[in-house]
């Protein structure tokens, strides 16, 4: 199959989130499948200069575009992957985050600098660049992309069309006017279409022309047909239910694997699973943390946004740190979570550690030195950081909600007697639900055997993309089958 994939990042070319390792990996599992798949990505200034041998192969005219938009090929690194680049300077070529100012503002041009990624996809996908492809499939993914099924659905020959939602929460919502300065045409404006309450709501223009859209958990598909995860869409999602799929991530084990991991200064598998301490030693010292190996070390890696729960953990702050216990936090995100979580580390810098920022190699040494790794997600379509940390013999702790339910065995009696625990999960996103997955945490870590067994089940779990590659494919075929109905 042909298969155009298009995306707003990808790992390591540029990264905000964990959609970008699956744009970085994905890709490259269904091209191991023996598939011509391409990646298309806005050609950001960052990633311009990671990429060297860059050619521009094509010019397009596109709608609200007052230059021609040029299309550069390289490779995705490390595979047989085609990039194409979307270059257009006045959209992509400035500094910073893909989607926000340096002062934390959405870019007021944002729905222009996306529709036009998403425009450029329906041309090259339909062989009308001049580089001699045509895509069978179209694999979009959130509201950034979300307007390439939107359009393609007015094409008379087009290819199917796959749209995976990351995140409901963003939305890609604008006043009317952005819909006639967009110069979008006017079919797509209609309830069944991206009109969303007179206004455009680009992620339904995904959701209500894809032939098929997936989610990235099995529990998430099932959230957002609710009320209280489906951010208004709920209706629009239960109305194509029969197409509504879920697949749960993979991780890349090249990149997430204690063995090899190049950020760990000691290597481990189950086997020396004892060596880890010393990562955990190394890590105190460079938090500036007290080197004690029998203290539980706790770690969370996350954007600090209301979806992770932070404001659950900082309000089991004072119950926790009452207790013998460190906590290494690495985040960035609003700016009151940052403020207060700094707060509790100048009260209590012999038990928390933070450090605010964007670190990829401190997130992998969190992940292969802490003892437990806390996700307290209000929501989670899918979550990585727990499936690395399951990986890494690190416990998680995760509330039950999308993927994080999908991929941890909570630690109940039950599933400790049949030694298939690998996490502590809890209910309630409150701080007395927050404060006992806590202590059972900790309690468990003071019972060796348990504990050993907890890590040593986790570290057996696969989540490969294989596996997921393999389901994409059959949706995609599916896809086909749907086209037009
Ligand atoms: P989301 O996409 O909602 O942020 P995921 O769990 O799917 O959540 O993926 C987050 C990804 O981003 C993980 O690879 C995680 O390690 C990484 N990450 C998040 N925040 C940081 C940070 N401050 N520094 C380094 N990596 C981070
Ligand atoms: C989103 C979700 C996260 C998911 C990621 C990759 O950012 O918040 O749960 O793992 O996309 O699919």
New binding site residues.
């Given amino acids: 199959m042909n298969i155009l994939f298009v995306c707003s990042e990808a790992h390591p070319l540029i990264k905000t989130?964990?959609?970008a390792?699956?744009a970085g990996s994905l890709p490259l599992a269904i091209n191991e499948l023996g598939h011509d798949i391409r990646l298309v990505l806005p050609a950001y200034h960052e990633l311009r200069a990671k990429c060297s041998d860059l050619k521009i192969v094509a010019q397009l005219t596109l709608p609200t575009a007052q230059h021609p938009v040029k299309i550069l090929e390289g490779k995705l690194a490390n595979s047989q992957v085609t990039l194409w680049l979307v270059d257009y300077p006045a959209a992509f070529n400035r500094p910073g985050n893909p989607y926000m100012t340096l002062q934390g503002e959405p870019w007021p041009d944002n729905p222009h600098r996306f529709a036009l990624l998403s425009r450029a996809a329906v041309e090259l996908s339909q062989n009308r660049a001049g580089l001699n492809w045509q895509a069978d499939i179209v694999h979009s993914n959130?509201w950034q992309t979300a307007l390439a099924p939107a359009l393609l659905s007015l094409e008379p020959l087009r290819p199917a069309t796959l749209f995976?939602i990351?995140?409901l929460a963003y939305q890609g919502v604008y006043k009317k006017e952005l819909f006639e300065q967009l110069e979008l045409p006017w079919a797509l404006w209609q309830q069944q279409g991206v009109e969303f309450h007179h206004m455009l709501n680009m992620i339904k223009g995904g959701i209500t022309y894809a032939d098929i859209i997936t989610t990235?958990s099995p529990t998430?598909a099932h959230e957002i047909q609710g009320s209280e995860y489906g951010n208004g869409l709920e209706g629009v999602l239960r109305h194509r239910n029969e197409r509504l799929f879920g697949i749960l991530?993979g991780v890349d084990y090249d990149e997430w694997n204690p063995e090899t991991d190049p950020h760990l200064s000691t290597h481990y598998n189950t086997l020396n699973f004892a060596d880890k301490i010393k990562n955990k030693r190394a890590l105190q010292k460079e938090r500036g943390l007290p080197v004690r190996d029998k203290t539980p070390l706790i770690g969370l890696v996350a954007r600090l946004v209301d979806?992770k729960g932070i404001d659950l953990l900082i309000n089991a702050l004072p119950h926790l740190i009452k207790q013998e216990v460190q906590l290494v936090i690495l985040g960035s995100g609003e700016r009151r979570y940052e403020q207060q979580l700094q707060q509790w580390q100048q009260w209590h810098p012999d038990k928390i550690s933070v450090q605010i920022g964007y670190d990829e190699s401190l997130a992998h040494r969190i992940e292969g030195s802490s003892d437990m790794f806390l996700m307290p997600?209000r929501f989670?379509?899918?979550?990585?950081n727990q499936l690395y940390s399951l990986k890494y013999g690190t416990v998680p702790i995760v509330r039950r909600a999308?993927?994080l339910a999908d991929s941890v065995v909570e630690a109940s009696k039950q599933n400790i007697a049949d030694q298939t625990a690998t996490g502590i999960v809890f209910d309630h996103a409150d701080t007395h639900a927050i404060c006992w997955a806590l202590d059972q945490a900790i309690s468990l870590y003071h019972q060796p055997k348990i504990w050993q067994q907890l890590c040593k089940t986790g570290m057996a779990q696969v989540f490969d993309w294989k596996s997921s590659a393999e389901r994409y494919l059959a949706l995609y075929k599916k896809a086909q089958d749907f086209r037009g109905w």
């Fill in positions: 989130g964990g959609l390792d699956v959130d995976t990351h995140n990235v998430y991530n979806q997600s989670e379509p899918c979550g990585l999308g993927g």
